[in-house]
Nanobody, 124 residues
Framework: VQLQASGGGLVQAGGSLRLSCTAS????????MGWFRQAPGKEREFVAA????????YYADSVKGRFTISRDNAKNTVYLHLNSLKPEDTAVYLC??????????????????WGQGTQVTVSS
């Protein structure tokens, strides 16, 4: 199983990025997907999740209204659109997969598989 995240980079405050996470080795369409982030010296933090069909999403309060999670089951890919970025959004962003139809999956230990992460740096 491999979850390959990409799309991170350096962006100014107020800017946007689109992260992608492509899965292989799993039947992607039966997995709920989540995005987490981890800043240096801090615990891994839930960002967003989407159920296996893409019909339900759930967000952390800190990103609600600024970030959007979506998925394309035909491409085995989940996306995270980051808008109105703030310096406090700086972190390594990781995708995760859980064999479930739930969407409210907000703790790291609920997930079965993890990607390696992609760095997002927001300058002020």
């Amino acid at each position: 199983v491999q979850l390959q995240a990409s799309g991170g980079g350096l962006v100014q405050a107020g800017g946007s990025l689109r992260l992608s996470c492509t899965a292989s080795g799993i039947t992607f369409s039966i997995y709920a997907m989540g995005w987490f982030r981890q800043a240096p010296g801090k615990e891994r933090e839930f960002v967003a999740a989407i159920n296996r069909s893409g019909g339900s999403t759930y967000y952390a309060d800190s990103v609600k209204g600024r970030f959007t999670i979506s998925r394309d089951n035909a491409k085995n890919t989940v996306y995270l659109h980051l808008n109105s970025l703030k310096p406090e959004d700086t972190a390594v962003y990781l995708c995760a997969a859980k064999k479930s139809n739930l969407v409210v999956l907000t703790t790291p230990w609920e997930y079965d598989y993890w990607g390696q992460g992609t760095q997002v740096t927001v300058s002020s």
